[in-house]
Structures are given as structure tokens and as C-alpha cells.
């Protein structure tokens, strides 16, 4: 991998319904930029990785386990491993989810595939 | 640790001179939030843990082992551990550093101290 990346040059796929992500790995994490259209739904879901989210525009409620959180710039929320999690952009977001370690379905692509499918235990 | 947290109820500190910083620590990764006034150098310094540098706002050069790298709004830089690293800002500039794992030093308040005296092999 070259030592600098930049965003603009990572493709942009919809991931999920309304979730347009980018995505760059390094050897220990994950990160995933996203561009969220207003009112899509995030499903629940959980996975063994820690995920950091940066909220970085607009208004997203994220449930973690049970317990809803309104998240706008600045905050950010750490969602434990195997943690249950899911939500809604209240308005259109940009947000940068962080994971430990690699989320190796998303760098094989079947990211979106494992999150709406299978790892809904 | 609640679960959402915002940057700005976060103190910041003049972690080395001209870079203010605050931090968030998760169980598996630590978030370093710089302020960097303009012209203000970072002394070359390695560690063990890998650090991705996200460049928000301003202009930076990132000398990683011997190359410099001119970052700006939207790079992401990759520093392996052990990597030496030094650099200047070249404009006045918001950067968050991710590092995985956590920054005990930081956790601990002894960054400052390790970065600026003993961690230069």
C-alpha cells in the first residue's frame, strides 16, 4: 500500500441502501467513509470488531444496544465488539466509522453481503 | 467509558509546542485530535503502535522514513510501527490521528515526555 492515500481517489459504492462508502485499510484497522443519504435505515448488526464512529456532518440516531443516541459533528461512539447496533440518518451525514481489526469482509467485498445476511446473530 | 462522547467537552493540551491536542481512547485504538499552528515542527520519533494520519483541514509535510509527503484536506497517511516520522505544518492545521494499539503514553499523560525524550532509537 502507498504511504499516502487520498479519499477522492477511492471508488464509492453503495454499500448498504443509502450508504455510500469508501473505503482504505491499513495492517490494524479499517476505515470507511460515508456518504449517508437522509432517512436510510441502517439494519441491525453486530460484528467482532471495535467500531469508532466520527460523526463529521448532519444528524444520524444510532441504537446501541437498545439505548438510542443522537449523533451530530463531533460526537463520536464506540460500539464494542459483538455490540448490537443500528439506526437512521435523521438528514443527509458524512461519518467516518473506524474498525479494529481489518473488517477482512469488506476487503474481500462482501461487506454488504455479511451485514445484511449473516451476522445478525 | 459512555459510549458517545464529543470531541468538544474533550480538554485540549499543547501536547509538543504548537501542536494542541485532545484524545479519546477506545479499548483497541486511541484518537489524537491536533490543533497545529502554522510553522510549528514535529521532532522525527518513532513507536510501536501504527498510526494513520487524517488530514482535515490545512496543509502538512510528513517526512516518513526519509520521504516527504505534502498532505492536505483528505490525504490519509499510513505510518507502520517503528516507522520514523517528523514533519511541519505548513499552514495552520486540524489532523486526527488514529493509533492502534491504544496510546498508553498518551492514556497515562507521559506522551509529551516520550515523544520529545526517549523514543528516538
Redesign the interface.
Known amino acids: 500500500?502507498a504511504?499516502?492515500?487520498?479519499?477522492?481517489d477511492q471508488p464509492e459504492r453503495e454499500i448498504i441502501p443509502g450508504f455510500h462508502g469508501r473505503l482504505?485499510h491499513?495492517?490494524?484497522?479499517t476505515?470507511l467513509l460515508w456518504r449517508i443519504d437522509a432517512g436510510a435505515p441502517l439494519p441491525e448488526h453486530n460484528h467482532e470488531h471495535?467500531q469508532?464512529v466520527?460523526m463529521l456532518e448532519g444528524e444520524f440516531e444510532l441504537v446501541?444496544d437498545g439505548?438510542p443516541?443522537r449523533?451530530t459533528a463531533?460526537?463520536?461512539?464506540?460500539?464494542?465488539p459483538h455490540a448490537r447496533h443500528s439506526g437512521r440518518a435523521i438528514t443527509d451525514c458524512v461519518v467516518?466509522d473506524?474498525f479494529?481489526p481489518v473488517r477482512e469482509d469488506y476487503r474481500s467485498g462482501e461487506g454488504a453481503a455479511t451485514l445484511l445476511g449473516g451476522v445478525r446473530e
Open positions: 500500500m504511504a499516502a492515500i487520498a479519499w477522492a482504505i491499513s495492517d490494524r484497522m476505515f471495535e469508532v466520527h446501541l439505548v443516541h449523533c463531533g460526537t463520536v461512539l464506540v460500539i464494542p467516518m473506524v479494529a
